[in-house]
């Protein structure tokens, strides 16, 4: 009898080894196949058991109740997963090997499809790779939405003796966990985009730049790594996992770039582009986990595949990311075009504490606050930006009624102070100046003069900061000021 | 990870660092290994490392000062890192954070982090190398009782 | 100077020997004061003892 | 002077853009600002400043640029074709000023009473921008109460007026390539630090370009915070090392305020060292002597006199040496510390008014077997190339020099250079800070015994001919065949092979191979060297072996190539170049040839002596057999610096008229029964020439603070004489060098001032000077190749002497430190040490900090040890910077064949502990006192 438990990193933090440790005992006979996580987190631990109809599943399992799941008496008993709505509602693409296979099985991952579109592109021209990409309106999955196959192209056409490939996985904004999610539970997937993009543009070295506080993650990269080494996957390509150390500027690529030279991770000016002069200083791919992990698809199911999902200029599929005060917080993938009243209610069923959601913050620390008002904006990038919000990595973090939006515009700033590589002024002055002011404002201090002021600097920050963090990190707080001034003059 | 790390020693250590001393951008990774060996990044070291990866001692001080992993100072015997980011914020863990801030001593720090990519299942704490989700007050004071870090 | 005369021999010595001979003497006269040649051509007149067999040519042809 | 924001760009690429409705064309590649500043307009910049590349972070040269989103910053943005620019608008201004809002948040408003006030970019963007108020208040969080740093003796360091743009960290990596600051922290608690601790402490070389590079008062000179802003400034030429760089001496009246490299200086761009940019103390430090002073004795006191008299009596007793002893009793000393004009005076005074060719320069005992070695080789006694030239090095071949310590601005450059990707070779036995120091390291370092350089030069020439790696055309196009092809079949001998000759000289046959290959393949290779190539018994031979690689490889006559000597002192190939040396006039012609005598006999009105002179050697040797009794050393100190101290002092002991030239009563005058004081190069006019052949410019900041420069002092000891000189301004000498030396005949004052400097050959040919030399053809027509047999000095180890010396220089003090040692410089070297091998030092129960007693054949003296992994085990190490440590006491009198230059870098001496003193420095403690009272003081 095989028995699916998951190691993600999150399934574990809720009791995933002390289930499976249980399942062993109780079950002797039973196969225990480690996975990574489906992405319906309220569920974890979730142990799927095979049957002949298909894999049924318990969730969450607690060690004490294991023996049920032997006979099929357990309270939480879901039947076959995959006819869960919550997963046969969305479109997976991406993650449509995470909670099956086992992550570190080469043998699983070619079992289901894996390998597919590497195969594809080494009998194909680089630059007929780049087109690939390019034709399938794939766009960078960290944030800015640059299109992939522009930046591939770049690359490609620069002359250089090295070229790199640099994979950012400093995955830090709150809100999202898809990348840990991707390299926990399907980590060849983005190895096999690394080395498509090292085929497409001429690079034969790759970095996987992995944020510290995701250990797991690490683990996991650096097994396969070596794993899909020993199989011959990487000749003529390396791949090197690289660890961050607390710093959530290195997120911005040519911060992640400092810091992979083993220097400070201070933001550098652009241009010259990474894709021109890179880390050290060669042309260099740098893409987000998500946007290497689409091209296996990209490459083995044809662009017109890829491009036909989404809407407007936002092609494929998104990882929404349910997170927060929601009741079925976890992974949907879709594609881009649900709203995000859709994405809350009809997957995550509305808020865990049951009160009224009164704000949703898209994109991470640096997106905006949206009202309920605002939830049947279409996730898609252009209905973001005209929203002055930002869709970001694709996490929803959701707020009921007890949140203070003035304290959330405080912490936008707290936070990029605490956060920022300190080397532009507005950023580096700012942010504190920032903290300051909203608590003049929440202390009633010459609240007008200090809003203005608030205003000015929140201009000030995007127009005049070197990079995204100080540019965006207005967002949260002039969202906080447009749709809840209320919560500043309590 | 914690409690067992190593005491100093230079011979080990610039083994340690001549061992990455050729990787490309060795610093982080020597930074990480000699973490990993004595859980802090020693005074004595930054000479060793300078000197090996052919940096100014300056470098080497301006980078373990710009990453907040590293340490200058041996840890506690315990830390408990609790997530303050927001998706965490909207699951309450400002009071989980301030319930255990009182029980900082010699043994145990209690710490910041911002996120721990486990926001479906917030609030999200690591108590030493394990990640806990849904954090509550019950689950901090039985880590605590575990710990043996009770004040 | 017996030493400093034997160093400038020993380094024209890689050549054939009228050359040799040629140069020291060219050096002698260029960069040696009189009052030293004078006592280097009394030292060879003397018995030249010690002094190599390119340096004694070439102080001969500094006497004449 | 305008600072353009951001360096310039070389490109043949022209771009034009239209800034502010202003169009403008500049090479691609260069910033909006720097464009924007071609054309006049000052965009706002605090971050940015044109001797550092564009960083990006103060954000205040926002500027909106036609079709594009946002404000970009103008630093970091390279124009583009058909780009249009607007520096000002409303919502430019308002970013400029919230931006400063944030600035002045976080700073002290002590305007008034800093000591910037008047010279800050803060101050001046604060009122660019016009900030008006800081809407923030003061109350905010701050880094006011930061603690200053004052621990380094020449400037501080305020944290709290810091704004963090890394502008100084910038200058310590890019212009100095040290690397000692960083930003420690991030954030807003981002801060400047020398590394966790103080600036005295660290890795720093306190070369001054941080403190130039700081907008505001952060780094700040204590002599501004002593003395206020100056008020006028006067630009010259530094008297330390053979850079050679142009300063500006900033004055209050006739004080020295500061000294600040000067940008336009085409020696240096701007940088400096810690010497010439802040150890000018000396000056005026008080034990400077500005009274003439004579005496009969040497045991007497001194007697302070009038100028006059202390003129007429050396005028008068070297009359009665020669009259009594002869016309070539006595003889002279140039210094290269002098200027051209001062020296050139000297020598004319010597063979006019002495009548006879004794004149020397302290060149003697360091690059006269460069002269001797290029002029046979190539027909010119001076290097190759312009210090520029490094920028297009492929490979540079470090020989014999220590840059970082003895040429520090120079190796700044290099350093740069070889960080953007130029690869290094050193020969040299100590592992030097260039073999291995932050991001830079020497590809091969062949750490070869003392005295076998011409080995292993001879060596890789075997490899680049017996491999097949000559420049075959080159060769034939410019270089005399026959000597070539006696060469060749010399060079190729299976002796002269990296593996028969590694047992002598210690290096691996294979590194040396792969060196040879690296110098032979690698590009444009060039050759720099110091005084670990010429101070040996094969001082000359060994130039000429560079010279034979460098032809055979055809790494000559053009940019990035060469064979370069880094000159020792600021004057060494001007007073080379004007005629100190025994047998040469001016522009290196001999004093037998008729044609020239006959021009300087015409020009003099006297008739001179048709043969050489004597030789410093020479004029001590003489001295000790009883010929020669009178001497004027101008600017030199014979008695610490030449080697084998015993024989010095009793040459100088033995004569019955020594006249001393010279700012402090140093050793030498302790020998002296004239002592005339001299002056500073603050406080005269005339010229340097530096190592690349640069004549700059030095111009009196002040009055001779004795009464008369050095020049107007050999005028008047000359007229004495009876030979009667009459200049009115030093520029009249440099018109009489121009009119009688061809390669000086379109050097003026006038055109110096034109063109700020100017490199010689200066003539017809070449009205602008030449950077490069042997472009198309050798000087001396075709190249000649030597056979440079080596010859093993015949100074060995012995059972007695087993370990081999090495003498050399260290960068905070200079030559014999008379200068140096009077200024805080001494905080970091206030005594010579001896750097041992720790096998050798254990062997010998030496510990590091021991005082060792060092003893040679010639001498013995004592130093405390330094034990060192930078020496290679039988070598020891020291320096000469301070008269009691003795260095010279222990050195030899073996020199080079050629030249006699001596053979300072190979002594065989024994190390062991000692409880004491050597003899040698217990009387020399006792003598020195004795020496140098001066009556009434």
Redesign the interface.
Known sequence: MKVYVPRDAAALSVGAEAVARAIARLGPDAEIVRTGSRGMFWLEPLVEIETPAGRVGYGPVEPETVSSIFDGTHPNALGLVEDLPYLKNQERVTFVRCGVTDPLSIADYRAHGGFRGLETARNMAPAAIVEAVLQSGLRGRGGAGFPCGIKWRTVLNEPADQKYIVCNADEGDSGNYADRMLMEGDPFLLIEGMIIAGLAVGANQGYIYVRSEYPHAFRTLNDAVAIARDAGYLQGFDIDVRLGAGAYICGEETALLESLEGRRGQVRPKPPLPAISGLFGKPTVVNNVLTLAAVPTILDKGAEFYRDLGMGRSRGTLAIQLAGNVKHAGLVEKAFGITLREAIYDFGGGTASGRPLRAVQVGGPLGAYFPESLLDTPLDYEAFAARKGMLGHGGVVVFDDTVDLARQARFAMEFCAIESCGKCTPCRVGSTRGVETIDKIIGTHEPAKNLELLRDLCDLMVDGSLCAMGGLTPYPVLSALQHFPEDFAR | MTGCHQKWNAERALATIRGLADVPGALLPVLHALHTDYGHVPDEAVPLIARSLRLSEAEVHGVISFYHDFRRTPPPAHTIRVCRAEACQSMGCEAVFQHLDGSTGPDLAVETVYCLGNCALAPAAMVDSDLVGRFSIAKADRALAELGARP | MI??AN??A??F???PREEAVASVED?L????????RRQLVEYVAGGGDGLHDLAIAATQRLAT | MTDFGTPKRLSDTLVTVEIDGKPVTVPKGTSVLRAAAELGIAIPKLCATDSLEAFGSCRLCLVQIEGRRGTPASCTTPVESGMKIQTQSPKLAKLRRGTMELYISDHPLDCLTCAANGDCELQDMAGAVGLREVRYGYAGENHLASKKDESNPYFTFDPAKCIVCSRCVRACEETQGTFALTILGRGFDSKVSAGNTNFLDSECVSCGACVQACPTATLMEKTVIAQGQPEHSVVTTCAYCGVGCTFEAQMQGNEVVRMLPYKDGKANHGHSCVKGRFAWGYTSHKERVLDPMVRARITDPWQKVTWDEAIRHAATEFRRIQAKYGR?SIGGITSSRCTNEETYLVQKMIRAAFGN??VDTCARVCHSPTGYGLKTAFGTSAGTQDFDSVEQADVILVIGANPTDAHPVFASRMKRRLRSGAKLIVIDPRRIDLVDSPHVHAEYHLPLRPGTNVAVINAIAHVVVTEGLVNGPYVAERCETAAFEHWCR?IAEERNSPEATAAQTGVPAADLRAAARLYANGGNSAIYYGLGVTEH?QGS?MVMGMANLAMATGNLGRAGVGVNPLRGQNNVQGACDMGSF??EFSGYR?V?EDPTRSLFEAAWGVSLQN?????IP?MLD?AVDG?FKGIYIQGEDIAQSDPNTHHVTAGLAAMECVVVQDLFLNETASYAHVFLPGSSFLEKDGTFTNAERRIGRVRKAMPPRNGMADWEITMALSTALGYTMHYAHPSEIMDEIARLTPTFAGVSYEKLDRLGSIQWPCNANAPEGTPVMHIGGFARGKGRFM?T?F?PT?ERTTPRFPLLLTTGRILSQYNVGAQTRRTPNSLWHDEDVLEIHPHDAEFRGIHDGDLVALASRAGETSLHARVSERMQPGVVYTTFHHPESGANVVTTE??D????CPEYKVTAVEVRKTAQRSDWQQVYSETRASTTHVAGD
């Open positions: 030493h400093n160093q400038i020993a380094f010595a890689a050549y050096h006269r260029k960069f040696w004061e009189p009052r030293m | 070539d060719n004794n010399f018994s031979t025994p047998h001999h037998s043969e050489p002179g004597l030789r020479n003489a010929s056979i047999e010859i015949e073996f020199s064949w050629a030249t006699s």
